[in-house]
T-cell receptor, first 113, second 112 residues
Framework: DVKVTQSSRYLVKRTGEKVFLECVQD?????MFWYRQDPGLGLRLIYF???????EKGDIPEGYSVSREKKERFSLILESASTNQTSMYLC????????????FGSGTRLTVV | GENVEQHPSTLSVQEGDSAVIKCTYS??????FPWYKQELGKRPQLIID?????GEKKDQRIAVTLNKTAKHFSLHITETQPEDSAVYFC???????????FGQGTRLTINP
């Protein structure tokens, strides 16, 4: 079974802080994704990566950046956290053929105060 | 741009009845349509998916239908049970991409 692990389940950060959300998958997946989940808005794509050191903007990249230095790890960075970034953040990975859909991490609920 | 619309946003049904959730997508070249179930406090889990070369797929009490002409697909749950209560998301993979675009979600409540 593919495992996608997000390092923190709950985080509370202050406005203006730099925040790192970590995601690790153990199945050699090339494709990794960061979504945020908000009630009534579903899951919205922030950034994704098809390979090491490669990144592409999703639908809502403003205020975020990412890092993929190793294939198994995909980090989401909030450069200067703001209260409107309070949300549930979900990491996902998928095998190259995409045959079986995403495997999601358990999520990080971030509160910015 | 790429878009998936999902309806209804909330759905309440009596235990044993059927539930239907509908989604429409914008890109006619989309080729893969998964459905995810997210129970309270848990990660989304894939429950069924369908590819563009198939019109219907069933797995026990759940089924998905796809109408490519109308660009919509639906999730059908029969003989609903309390454990079916969850938020359900549809998604579409657009041509040439690995990323999924998700609908807004449907909160399904099964009343005993």
């Amino acid at each position: 079974d593919v495992k996608v692990t997000q390092s923190s389940r709950y985080l509370v950060k202050r406005t203006g802080e730099k925040v790192f959300l970590e995601c690790v998958q153990d199945m050699d997946h090339e494709n990794m994704f960061w979504y945020r989940q908000d009630p009534g808005l579903g899951l919205r794509l922030i950034y994704f990566s098809y390979d090491v050191k490669m990144k592409e903007k999703g639908d809502i990249p403003e205020g975020y950046s990412v890092s993929r230095e190793k294939k198994e790890r995909f980090s989401l960075i909030l450069e200067s956290a703001s209260t409107n970034q309070t949300s549930m953040y979900l990491c996902a990975s998928i095998n190259p053929g995409g045959e079986n859909g995403y495997t999601f991490g358990s999520g990080t609920r971030l509160t910015v105060v | 741009g790429e878009n998936v619309e999902q309806h209804p946003s909330t759905l309440s049904v009596q235990e044993g009845d059927s539930a239907v959730i509908k989604c429409t997508y914008s890109d006619s070249a989309s080729n893969y349509f998964p459905w995810y179930k997210q129970e309270l406090g848990k990660r989304p889990q894939l429950i069924i998916d369908i590819r563009s070369n198939v019109g219907e797929k069933k797995d026990q009490r759940i089924a998905v239908t796809l109408n490519k002409t109308a660009k919509h697909f639906s999730l059908h749950i029969t003989e609903t049970q309390p454990e079916d209560s969850a938020v359900y998301f549809c998604a579409a993979r657009f041509q040439g991409a690995q990323k999924l675009v998700f609908g807004q979600g449907t909160r399904l409540t099964i009343n005993p």
